[in-house]
């Protein structure tokens, strides 16, 4: 396997305290790999990095690249698969942030992973079987099942081949998700008399260097008699379901009609195959053609579904179309807080706007449901600033007082704009640490005393007193 070495797309250094690099990298490098030059590319001293207590913040996903401070260098800690990592999902990427300390600083990090061809095409079963009359029309279709192929691009499935073609032909229709409906198409009679039954080989062939595929057979048993085949009422069914609807919802219900009498008109509705395991999530009635939501949807995860269903005949032949559903969002995700860095302790001589913490704040849902406001009690002489779109900074508003008070308790809520809100906090401590800028002060401005003569030396003669506002040694 060739390995592409590490491109630097983009650096862009937003401000002195906050900065943005790009990278991009294949999957599959081997552990310890060489990502990038962290510290060249921000323009950072390695010094800085140890002095700052460099670290890299990954949120909640599998940490995958590591920082080695030493050197200034991002390594492949382990080895990353980008089917696993993203899927479908495209581009692909991790999203890291490194954060510095004294003075605080953070740097977001993106690294694209880029495919390589490491999957072959596969289908879901070693063969696909047809009942197919000697009397079928020519012109007839018959769905295929779809190969999966879990790369991307150019190294995703491109092309299927069907053998032999004598009477057979193959024909491919481009779909709106990308994929290519399959099918096999009768070009010549069939003759039960002559040939009763029929093997065919469906290879499926992706686009990689060197290419891969896979193959499934295709039998033909060849029958009498049903020269109709069912059609759909439509060729796109589209239908709408909440996330979080309860199982046994109905979501559509399908129909496709057979000209043909009697058993040669009695139809079955079945879903296809798909990339998605759509068969844990909608069951299809066979005789009714109603969908049924069986498993747990995720607006989330998914926001659209596609299904491929196909109306069968009881002599083999059949009509495809789809079904494509959208999920709408509900408000079923509070905000989640993250603190990147923070300080326990600030001298009460602390310039203000001086930043004693930072926060991630994200809300998967959608639209307002996953807008997000956050503040802070009013009663603290701070104030909350969104430094970059789900980052914030909390920072001294005024000049500090220990004397006035040592001691702030800080709540931090972030509320979405759902309806109804969905909301989360935290509560931080803050000590205010002493400075000398209280001098002794004497109760009183003036002390008048007597005494009466020839007293005893060592006699106390009068107490004076004063106060001092600072904490100890500074009082």
Request: glycine share 6%; proline share 4%; with cysteine.
């Amino acid at each position: 396997m060739r390995r592409q070495a590490p491109l630097l797309i983009l650096v862009l250094f937003l401000t002195s305290v906050f900065g943005q690099v790009s990278y991009s990298i294949p999957e599959e490098m081997e552990k310890s790999s060489l990502v990038c030059n962290l510290a060249q590319d921000l323009g950072l001293d390695v010094k800085r990095l140890k002095s700052g207590r460099a670290r890299i913040h990954s949120g909640d996903s599998e940490e995958y690249i590591e920082l080695n401070r030493d050197r200034g260098v991002l390594l492949i800690k382990e080895r990353i698969d980008r089917e696993t990592l993203c899927g479908e999902t495209t581009p692909c990427a991790l999203h890291l942030q490194m954060i510095l300390e004294n003075p605080m600083e953070l740097f977001r990090i993106t690294i694209e992973i880029t495919d390589v061809n490491d999957n072959a095409p596969s289908f879901a079963s070693n063969e696909k079987r047809f009942e197919i009359s000697e009397s079928a029309v020519i012109g007839s279709k018959f769905v295929l099942e779809k190969a999966i192929d879990a790369d991307i691009g150019t190294n995703d499935l491109q092309s299927y081949s069907l053998n032999p073609t004598n009477n057979f032909a193959l024909k491919l229709e481009n779909q709106a998700d990308g994929s290519k409906k399959v099918e096999m198409v009768l070009q010549k009679p069939l003759d039960r008399e002559h040939q009763e039954h029929i093997s065919l080989l469906l290879t499926a062939i992706d686009g990689g260097q060197p290419r891969m595929s896979g193959t499934m057979q295709v039998i033909v048993n060849v029958l009498d008699a049903n020269d109709n085949a069912p059609v759909f009422t439509k060729s796109v069914y589209k239908a709408t379901i909440t996330e979080n609807s309860p199982r046994g919802t109905s979501v559509i219900t399908v129909s496709a009609s057979d000209k043909d009498g009697g058993s040669n008109g009695e139809i079955s509705y079945v879903i296809s195959n798909s990339k998605r395991r759509l068969s844990e999530l909608f069951q299809i009635d066979r005789k009714t053609g109603e969908v049924i939501l069986i498993g747990e949807i995720d607006y989330e995860k998914t926001k659209l579904f596609q299904i491929d269903i196909e109306a069968i005949d009881n002599g083999g032949l059949s009509d495809s179309s789809k079904i494509l559903i959208d999920i709408t969002d509900v408000n079923d995700n509070s905000p989640q807080l993250k603190i990147l860095s923070k300080s326990d302790t600030i001298s009460e001589d602390s310039p203000e706007n001086t930043v004693i913490v930072m926060l991630s704040v994200n809300d998967p849902d959608s639209e307002r449901n996953g807008e997000v406001k956050c503040s802070i009690n009013d009663d603290i002489p701070l104030k909350i600033q969104n430094t970059m779109n789900g980052f914030y900074s909390l920072l001294t508003e005024v000049a500090l007082d220990r004397e006035r008070s040592s001691e702030y308790n800080i709540t931090v809520t972030c509320s979405d704009e759902g309806v109804p809100s969905l909301s989360s906090s935290v509560t931080l401590t803050l000590q205010i640490s002493d400075v000398n800028d209280n001098a002794p002060v004497f109760e009183r401005s003036s002390y008048e005393a007597y005494i009466v003569e020839n007293n005893t030396p060592g006699l106390s003669i009068y107490t004076v007193k004063a106060r001092d506002a600072d904490w100890n040694q500074n009082a």
